[in-house]
Protein backbone atom coordinates (compact mmCIF):
# COMPACT_ATOMS: atom_id res chain seq x y z
CA UNK A 1 0.00 0.00 0.00
CA UNK A 2 1.84 3.11 -1.24
CA UNK A 3 0.43 6.56 -0.72
CA UNK A 4 0.82 9.41 -3.13
CA UNK A 5 2.16 12.42 -1.74
CA UNK A 6 0.27 15.16 -2.78
CA UNK A 7 1.85 17.61 -5.45
CA UNK A 8 2.54 21.35 -4.03
CA UNK A 9 3.08 22.47 -7.18
CA UNK A 10 -0.35 23.61 -8.64
CA UNK A 11 -1.52 25.21 -5.41
CA UNK A 12 1.67 27.08 -5.19
CA UNK A 13 1.31 27.91 -8.90
CA UNK A 14 -2.33 28.76 -8.29
CA UNK A 15 -1.65 31.16 -5.42
CA UNK A 16 1.08 32.98 -6.98
CA UNK A 17 -0.85 33.25 -9.81
CA UNK A 18 -3.71 35.18 -7.82
CA UNK A 19 -0.90 37.72 -6.86
CA UNK A 20 -0.62 39.72 -10.51
CA UNK A 21 1.90 42.45 -9.98
CA UNK A 22 -0.59 45.27 -10.12
CA UNK A 23 1.70 48.27 -12.24
CA UNK A 24 -1.41 50.24 -12.25
CA UNK A 25 -1.53 50.11 -8.37
CA UNK A 26 2.37 51.38 -8.44
CA UNK A 27 1.92 53.88 -10.87
CA UNK A 28 -0.74 55.48 -8.69
CA UNK A 29 1.63 55.35 -5.65
CA UNK A 30 5.03 56.77 -7.79
CA UNK A 31 2.45 59.48 -8.89
CA UNK A 32 0.69 60.25 -5.17
CA UNK A 33 4.41 60.14 -3.89
CA UNK A 34 5.48 62.71 -6.24
CA UNK A 35 2.74 64.84 -5.93
CA UNK A 36 3.59 64.95 -1.98
CA UNK A 37 7.02 65.74 -2.63
CA UNK A 38 5.89 68.28 -4.98
CA UNK A 39 3.61 70.05 -2.15
CA UNK A 40 6.17 69.44 0.75
CA UNK A 41 8.54 71.45 -1.44
CA UNK A 42 6.32 74.23 -2.39
CA UNK A 43 6.27 74.60 1.37
CA UNK A 44 9.62 74.81 2.07
CA UNK A 45 10.49 76.92 -0.82
CA UNK A 46 7.80 79.65 -0.38
CA UNK A 47 9.22 79.29 3.87
CA UNK A 48 12.92 79.44 2.02
CA UNK A 49 11.41 82.61 -0.29
CA UNK A 50 9.75 84.05 2.96
CA UNK A 51 13.11 83.62 5.32
CA UNK A 52 15.28 85.41 2.68
CA UNK A 53 12.75 88.39 2.07
CA UNK A 54 12.86 88.63 5.84
CA UNK A 55 16.54 88.62 6.34
CA UNK A 56 17.34 91.08 3.72
CA UNK A 57 14.28 93.64 4.72
CA UNK A 58 16.14 93.21 8.63
CA UNK A 59 19.78 93.50 7.10
CA UNK A 60 18.92 96.53 5.03
CA UNK A 61 17.05 98.22 8.18
CA UNK A 62 20.08 97.62 10.47
CA UNK A 63 22.70 99.17 7.91
CA UNK A 64 20.09 102.28 7.26
CA UNK A 65 19.78 102.04 11.28
CA UNK A 66 24.16 102.52 11.47
CA UNK A 67 24.19 104.92 8.80
CA UNK A 68 22.25 106.88 11.32
CA UNK A 69 24.25 106.48 13.91
CA UNK A 70 27.42 106.67 11.96
CA UNK A 71 26.66 110.39 11.11
CA UNK A 72 28.99 113.44 12.77
CA UNK A 73 27.42 114.85 15.38
CA UNK A 74 28.24 118.31 17.03
CA UNK A 75 28.08 117.26 20.55
CA UNK A 76 30.16 114.24 22.12
CA UNK A 77 26.61 113.44 24.10
CA UNK A 78 24.97 113.09 20.71
CA UNK A 79 27.35 110.03 20.24
CA UNK A 80 26.56 108.41 23.49
CA UNK A 81 22.52 108.75 22.20
CA UNK A 82 23.44 107.55 18.89
CA UNK A 83 24.30 104.59 19.86
CA UNK A 84 21.67 104.02 22.87
CA UNK A 85 18.86 104.74 20.05
CA UNK A 86 20.66 102.16 17.78
CA UNK A 87 20.83 99.85 20.44
CA UNK A 88 16.95 100.15 21.46
CA UNK A 89 16.08 100.67 17.62
CA UNK A 90 18.06 97.18 17.13
CA UNK A 91 17.04 94.94 20.17
CA UNK A 92 13.13 95.77 19.17
CA UNK A 93 14.06 95.28 15.56
CA UNK A 94 15.32 91.81 16.82
CA UNK A 95 12.66 91.28 18.53
CA UNK A 96 9.93 91.83 15.55
CA UNK A 97 12.42 89.88 13.12
CA UNK A 98 12.54 86.81 15.21
CA UNK A 99 8.50 86.53 15.76
CA UNK A 100 8.44 86.69 12.14
CA UNK A 101 10.79 84.11 11.54
CA UNK A 102 8.94 82.10 14.08
CA UNK A 103 5.14 82.59 12.13
CA UNK A 104 7.18 81.22 9.41
CA UNK A 105 8.14 77.99 11.18
CA UNK A 106 4.52 77.96 12.57
CA UNK A 107 3.16 77.81 9.12
CA UNK A 108 5.38 75.59 7.76
CA UNK A 109 4.76 73.16 10.73
CA UNK A 110 1.01 73.88 9.85
CA UNK A 111 0.93 73.16 6.72
CA UNK A 112 3.20 70.00 6.26
CA UNK A 113 1.38 68.61 9.02
CA UNK A 114 -1.83 68.96 7.04
CA UNK A 115 -0.54 67.65 4.13
CA UNK A 116 1.47 64.36 6.05
CA UNK A 117 -2.37 63.42 7.73
CA UNK A 118 -3.80 64.29 4.33
CA UNK A 119 -1.88 61.67 2.28
CA UNK A 120 -1.69 59.25 5.51
CA UNK A 121 -5.74 59.17 5.08
CA UNK A 122 -5.31 58.51 1.31
CA UNK A 123 -2.87 56.10 2.36
CA UNK A 124 -4.61 54.11 4.74
CA UNK A 125 -7.87 54.28 2.33
CA UNK A 126 -5.77 52.47 -0.19
CA UNK A 127 -4.09 49.65 2.09
CA UNK A 128 -7.67 49.27 3.36
CA UNK A 129 -9.14 48.59 -0.51
CA UNK A 130 -5.62 46.32 -1.34
CA UNK A 131 -6.56 44.04 1.68
CA UNK A 132 -9.86 43.27 0.74
CA UNK A 133 -9.01 43.13 -3.09
CA UNK A 134 -6.26 40.67 -1.86
CA UNK A 135 -8.54 38.38 0.68
CA UNK A 136 -11.12 38.19 -2.12
CA UNK A 137 -8.16 37.05 -4.45
CA UNK A 138 -6.39 34.90 -1.91
CA UNK A 139 -10.04 33.06 -1.22
CA UNK A 140 -11.13 32.50 -4.53
CA UNK A 141 -7.33 31.04 -5.18
CA UNK A 142 -6.89 28.72 -2.21
CA UNK A 143 -10.90 28.05 -2.72
CA UNK A 144 -9.96 26.82 -7.08
CA UNK A 145 -6.97 25.04 -5.30
CA UNK A 146 -8.09 23.05 -2.95
CA UNK A 147 -11.38 21.63 -5.96
CA UNK A 148 -8.88 20.49 -7.89
Known amino acids: MATKTQ ?11 AFPVDTKAMEEQFKNQTAL ?14 SAELS ?3 TQD ?9 KSKVEPADYAK ?11 SAAE ?27 SDEVTAAAKKATSEVTA ?8
Not at 62 to 70: D, F
Request: glycine share 2%.
Open 7 to 17: DFTAIFKDVAD
Open 37 to 50: AEKLSAVALDAAGK
Open 56 to 58: AKW
Open 62 to 70: TIAKLEAMS
Open 82 to 92: AVTDFASATAE
Open 97 to 123: NMSAFAEIAKKVQTQTMELVLAAGKDI
Open 141 to 148: AASKATKK
